[in-house]
């Protein structure tokens, strides 16, 4: 089976992406965390695959490099995750902040991840603490949406709540409300996200 598809991307959407390759437009499935690290349409890109083929359906999940489909192959792994659920937590989490989670063993920071519960971050705990390798120069890189909302982060840090709790609802939420805030400037979007962030971390 084919590793990866290079070509142009004609369209970015929340979890999907369009690539252009001879004549051929391939609709992808792919993190918002990955799009983020993924080049702006008209400009060309390789993008790492994995095929979902079943008896119902075909789908294409796509990653900015192999590292980043590994840590996906991984959670996929684990009972009651799936490749829909792996691209839900991959959304709402960078794979730096997963591995950290997953290393300190803060249970709690994974149920708060959308469509992770008590009994699926139990079970991620088990599988994947210690077992889970980055190269810390890709890596390290936060979801470019956080860096939108810096300043929210660093009043909500300033308020005494927790750095690492601070930026997981702020990238949950950047994602969740995508849609609410398109048409918002960036002051009203950093309002919205401090409003909600102090209301679910509190």
């Known amino acids: 089976m084919f590793n990866s598809i290079s070509g142009t991307v004609t369209a970015k959407l929340p979890r999907?992406?369009?690539l252009e390759n001879n004549g051929i437009e391939w609709d992808i499935c792919v993190p918002d965390s990955n799009?983020?690290?993924?080049?702006?349409?008209?400009?060309?890109?390789?993008?790492?695959?994995?095929?979902?083929?079943?008896?119902?359906?075909?789908?294409?999940?796509?990653?900015?490099?192999?590292?980043?489909r590994s840590l996906f192959l991984e959670l996929i792994k684990v009972d009651g995750v799936g490749p829909k659920g792996a691209v839900k937590i991959m959304s709402s989490a960078t794979s730096r902040q997963l591995k950290d989670i997953?290393?300190?063993?803060?249970?709690?920071l994974l149920e708060k991840i959308p469509g992770v519960g008590k009994k699926t971050a139990a079970k991620m705990m088990l599988a994947l603490k210690?077992?889970?390798?980055?190269?810390?120069?890709?890596?390290?890189?936060?979801?470019?949406?956080?860096s939108l909302f810096s300043d929210v982060i660093?009043?909500?840090?300033?308020?005494?709540?927790?750095?690492?709790?601070?930026?997981?609802?702020?990238?949950?939420?950047?994602?969740?409300?995508?849609?609410?805030?398109?048409?918002?400037?960036?002051?009203?979007?950093?309002?919205?996200?401090?409003?909600?962030a102090i209301v679910e971390l509190s």
Not at 41 to 61: I, N, R
Not at 179 to 192: A, F, M, P, R, S
């Open 16 to 18: 999907q992406l369009f």
């Open 35 to 68: 799009l983020e690290l993924l080049p702006a349409p008209g400009q060309s890109a390789k993008v790492y695959t994995f095929l979902q083929h079943t008896e119902q359906l075909m789908c294409l999940y796509g990653f900015a490099n192999s590292e980043e």
């Open 102 to 108: 997953l290393e300190n063993g803060e249970t709690a």
């Open 130 to 146: 210690g077992k889970l390798t980055l190269n810390d120069e890709v890596n390290t890189v936060r979801l470019p949406k956080n």
């Open 154 to 196: 660093d009043s909500l840090v300033n308020m005494g709540f927790d750095k690492k709790n601070v930026e997981l609802k702020i990238s949950e939420l950047s994602s969740r409300l995508e849609n609410e805030l398109n048409d918002k400037t960036q002051k009203e979007k950093e309002e919205i996200i401090f409003r909600r």
